[in-house]
């Protein structure tokens, strides 16, 4: 028995082009934490609910782990986050998520990521999310996807335009210290603008881990 035996989250592999969707083993984690501090947005900017990214330097290492870690423990079929580590190209560049509960009753649920400055601007940003919604979409069932971002990240915004988001109502949420405008979005199989066709593997598995067998 493997890891992946265990714990079918971490057999998942989503495949779209020179996009791909891995899972977040500890060997990949250091990767990511050095994405994560060479810089994910300007220092002016707050594009996350949590502003995890402004944590010091020295603390910022511990906390991602520990959150990832977290992810993984608290993974429950009613509740669960699935969190990838986004390859490009062979190398490293940020993470695609895809969260919910009650799953296999509300056949939805709310994607979340970030890219490493370094890779914005290229169109990675728009290739992951189409990845993890094909994903979701031809092989969770999902209904719908939801998606958020502070009026103040057009950014984000953009990509999920791209997608097929719609805009979905506004909601006044905190950040941090601070209260911000979110635009909440939603997509549907109707409105969803497909990317590279997608390969998956461990999907099975997985689909009986959620209850969906």
């Known amino acids: 028995m493997n890891l992946a035996d265990a714990f079918p989250p971490l057999g998942l592999r989503v495949e779209a082009g ?18 994560a501090l060479a810089g994910v947005h300007p220092p002016d900017q707050r594009p996350f609910y949590h502003p995890w990214t402004e944590a010091p330097a020295a603390e910022l290492p511990a906390n991602y782990v520990q ?12 509740r669960w986050a699935l969190e990838f580590a986004v390859e490009y190209e062979g190398r490293i560049v ?29 169109g990675i940003g728009t290739r992951m999310r189409q990845a993890i919604c094909a994903f979701c979409f031809d092989h969770l069932d999902a209904a719908e996807i939801t998606s958020g971002a502070f009026l103040d990240n057009p950014a984000s915004l953009a990509v999920s335009r791209k997608v097929g988001y719609r805009p979905n109502g506004l909601r006044r949420l905190a950040r ?34 959620i209850g969906l067998a």
Do not use: K, M
């Open 67 to 78: 959150f990832h870690w977290g992810v993984r423990a608290g993974f429950r079929p009613d």
């Open 94 to 122: 940020g993470t695609q998520g895809f969260s919910t509960s009650d799953y296999p009753v509300t056949r939805t649920g709310e994607t979340g990521s970030w890219l490493g400055l370094e890779f914005q601007g290229q």
């Open 18 to 35: 020179p996009v791909v969707l891995r899972p977040i083993t500890d060997d990949v984690l250091p990767e990511l934490v050095e994405v």
């Open 176 to 209: 941090g210290d601070e209260t911000a405008t979110n635009q909440a979005l939603l997509l549907t199989r109707d409105t969803f603008v497909r990317g590279e066709p997608i390969h998956v593997t461990g999907v099975e598995a997985f689909r009986r881990f």
